[in-house]
């Protein structure tokens, strides 16, 4: 019905189906496609954080949907005699944004019906390169002075957002099974429901999960995005019955 997230610790937000008063603050949006179910909330987004004096947001989206959105804004601002200051950023298959100094958030191509991308957002380190582990501090230290580069950066990914996608979203972007933590979508439990014709509108069901889950190396996994077809109370008893230990207890139902 509407699909948006928040993670605070990063600042950043994630597609904008909804736009809870208290996600106004975050500054940067990741949208993975257009569906409205993931995007009607952009002009709520966009006016709330003018009439709190807040800076614009900055909004990275599929390149092929920069155009239409800014019609988008470009009505209600003919509606609402306001105005709808932001920064819209085209983002393709492979792009990396940084997000400060610590953090960069690379954009994989996901498989749906219109163009879609999920994000990996992975944390920044510095390590000692091996030559120079064998050194003590002070040594260490004069051959920076001496303009040395002793570091190399290595990427703990941490965090993975599919949005919508087919299962080949996933498997075609296998740092998204190596994060820490995996949002992604089980949008259809029900063993009657066809793989075959879910697949096809770009949407997973609950079997893909069973198949893969010796793929899931995350140490959660929150599954949601389900069909409202099933109930709550449905869902969980699906799930429970075709995966049992809930992949050693990191698969979590997002309901």
Known sequence: ?????????????????????????????????????????????????????????IIYLPEAAIDPCWKLLKAFVQLDRGAMPCELEPIRDGDEIEIGREWLVTALRTRHTVESVGYLVEQRRQKLKPEYLNLSGPEIRDLRLAGTDVTVETRVPIFAYTGDTAPGGLDDNPEMYEAKILVTEMTFVAPMHRKEKIHKHGHMHLDDFYERRDRFKNEAILASHFSTRCSDIQVTRWVEKRIPDMLGGRLRLWL
């Open 1 to 57: 019905m509407q699909t948006y997230w928040r993670i605070a610790e990063l600042k950043l937000n994630f597609d904008l189906g909804g736009q809870p008063w208290d996600f106004i603050g975050t500054p940067t949006c990741f949208i993975t496609h257009t569906h409205l179910d993931h995007i009607a909330a952009l002009p709520l987004y966009v006016s709330r954080r003018r009439m709190m004096k807040m800076d614009p947001p």
